[in-house]
């Protein structure tokens, strides 16, 4: 998820929105000053529920990163980086760097969440009772309360027991506990997801061709596409994540991998490795030797032939942000799930601060290929059952 508007860091997190978030508190704000509110508290300004309208949806996605952060901090107290928090049109979505070692862990996590929107809807509610006894405007008092509800909805909604809802992983941690297989927990956990998704869709389907409820039958067609098609691709990724099970980035890696000089024009970079290098990217060196990005071919094909002989690949290189920097002893299964840089670049492999190798996506693809074809058991993925 791609954060276009960044609020700044929240306990070194950081936080932001996708532009499609804005769509969202454009519907909320709709929704809560054309109906929620004039039926609640009628014969108001339409200036007044307008402003409340917005207020609401503000304070909505504010409780919604709330719900994200809960998640976070209790997954950061698991030993878990947290590379971000960022609200979108469906809601949040906060991005871990690792897996809950345990499926208590795995439980806390998925749990903090929707006890965070819980607490939220039970301040609202107070707020409410406040503002009406300390004879408040009734539009606050009904804005309070729409927001206690909501967050309330939003718990229970999160409940439903299919990934990647937070019930979903709910489910996935008890199976955990229960088959002491994480992998086959996580089969189970979106299997159900994609049931559950391909409900939902139906219910909306039905709701757009029954009721009068358009918008809100195709939110949740819309809803329960996504969610099936999320739970299906977090299905793939358990599975590459069992199959690199054991496997570190020195075994996926193009080791020594040809380094392009931040110096060289286009032109005499090609001519010194057109058709020796077998590699669809490059690590790019500044003259110290350090690191200065990297350069697919693809961005070097990009560049007109005029051009050649002026632009130097330390313009045209991508940054590296330190995420994909690794060690050859990590393990391969973090590389999974990225976007690789450039369409190419999965990772840079460093080894006391020497470029050691380079990880593609067609390095993950053919390790995933070999790994399958060698008939990787999945047992290493599985962990003794803790109690709890
Ligand atoms: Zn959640």
Request: net charge positive; hydrophobic share 55%.
């Given at each position: 998820?791609?954060?276009?508007?960044?609020?700044?860091?929240?306990?070194?997190?950081?936080?932001?929105?996708?532009?499609?978030?804005?769509?969202?508190?454009?519907?909320?704000?709709?929704?809560?000053?054309?109906?929620?509110?004039?039926?609640?508290?009628?014969?108001?300004?339409?200036?007044?529920?307008?402003?409340?309208?917005?207020?609401?949806?503000?304070?909505?996605l504010?409780?919604?990163?709330?719900?994200?952060l809960?998640?976070?901090?209790?997954?950061?107290?698991?030993?878990?980086?947290?590379r971000?928090?960022?609200?979108?049109?469906?809601?949040?979505?906060?991005?871990?760097d690792?897996?809950?070692r345990?499926?208590?862990?795995?439980?806390?996590?998925?749990?903090?969440?929707?006890?965070?929107?819980?607490?939220?809807?039970?301040?609202?509610?107070?707020?409410?009772?406040?503002?009406?006894?300390?004879?408040?405007?009734?539009v606050?008092?009904?804005?309070?309360?729409?927001?206690?509800?909501?967050?309330?909805?939003?718990?229970?909604?999160?409940?439903?027991?299919?990934?990647?809802?937070?019930?979903?992983?709910?489910l996935?941690?008890?199976?955990?506990?229960?088959?002491?297989?994480r992998?086959?927990?996580?089969?189970?956990?979106?299997?159900?997801?994609r049931?559950?998704?391909?409900?939902?869709?139906?219910?909306?389907?039905?709701?757009?061709l029954?009721?009068?409820?358009?918008?809100?039958g195709?939110?949740?067609?819309?809803?329960?596409?996504?969610?099936?098609?999320?739970?299906?691709?977090?299905?793939?990724?358990?599975?590459?994540r069992?199959?690199?099970?054991?496997?570190?980035?020195?075994?996926?890696?193009?080791?020594?991998?040809?380094?392009?000089?931040?110096?060289?024009?286009?032109?005499?970079?090609?001519?010194?490795?057109?058709?020796?290098?077998?590699?669809p990217?490059?690590?790019?060196?500044?003259?110290?030797?350090?690191?200065?990005?990297?350069?697919?071919?693809?961005?070097?094909?990009?560049?007109?032939?005029p051009?050649?002989?002026?632009?130097?690949?330390?313009?045209?290189?991508?940054?590296?942000?330190?995420?994909?920097?690794?060690?050859?002893?990590?393990?391969?299964?973090?590389?999974?799930?990225?976007?690789?840089l450039?369409?190419?670049?999965?990772?840079?492999?460093?080894?006391g601060?020497?470029?050691?190798?380079l990880?593609?996506?067609?390095?993950?693809?053919?390790?995933?290929?070999?790994?399958?074809?060698?008939?990787?058991?999945?047992?290493?993925?599985?962990?003794?059952?803790?109690?709890?």
């Amino acid at each position: 998820m791609r954060q276009n508007i960044r609020f700044g860091r929240f306990a070194g997190i950081p936080v932001g929105a996708s532009w499609s978030a804005i769509v969202t508190l454009a519907i909320i704000a709709d929704l809560v000053a054309a109906s929620a509110l004039p039926a609640a508290v009628p014969g108001q300004s339409a200036a007044l529920y307008w402003g409340a309208g917005v207020a609401v949806a503000a304070a909505f996605l504010a409780s919604l990163l709330a719900h994200e952060l809960a998640h976070a901090l209790v997954a950061r107290r698991h030993g878990i980086k947290i590379r971000s928090v960022t609200l979108w049109m469906l809601g949040g979505v906060t991005q871990l760097d690792g897996d809950p070692r345990t499926p208590q862990a795995d439980l806390q996590i998925a749990l903090a969440g929707p006890a965070m929107s819980l607490l939220a809807g039970a301040a609202f509610v107070g707020a409410a009772a406040a503002i009406s006894a300390a004879g408040g405007p009734r539009v606050a008092v009904a804005a309070a309360m729409w927001l206690a509800l909501m967050n309330g909805v939003l718990a229970a909604f999160n409940l439903l027991p299919g990934a990647p809802l937070d019930g979903g992983r709910v489910l996935r941690a008890m199976l955990w506990h229960h088959w002491a297989d994480r992998h086959r927990a996580e089969r189970g956990a979106t299997s159900a997801g994609r049931a559950i998704g391909a409900m939902l869709a139906i219910l909306g389907v039905a709701e757009v061709l029954l009721t009068t409820d358009l918008i809100g039958g195709l939110w949740l067609l819309l809803l329960g596409w996504f969610m099936a098609s999320a739970a299906a691709a977090e299905q793939g990724a358990a599975s590459a994540r069992a199959l690199l099970a054991g496997v570190r980035v020195a075994d996926v890696m193009t080791p020594d991998p040809d380094l392009a000089p931040s110096w060289l024009t286009v032109a005499d970079f090609i001519r010194q490795f057109g058709g020796r290098s077998g590699q669809p990217a490059f690590p790019v060196i500044g003259p110290g030797g350090g690191l200065a990005g990297v350069v697919t071919v693809a961005r070097l094909s990009r560049v007109a032939h005029p051009g050649r002989d002026q632009v130097r690949l330390g313009q045209l290189a991508l940054p590296v942000p330190e995420e994909y920097l690794a060690s050859p002893d990590d393990p391969a299964a973090r590389l999974l799930g990225r976007d690789p840089l450039g369409g190419e670049v999965v990772a840079v492999v460093e080894d006391g601060g020497q470029i050691t190798g380079l990880v593609t996506a067609s390095n993950i693809q053919h390790a995933l290929r070999w790994r399958k074809l060698a008939g990787a058991t999945v047992s290493a993925a599985a962990r003794p059952a803790p109690h709890w």
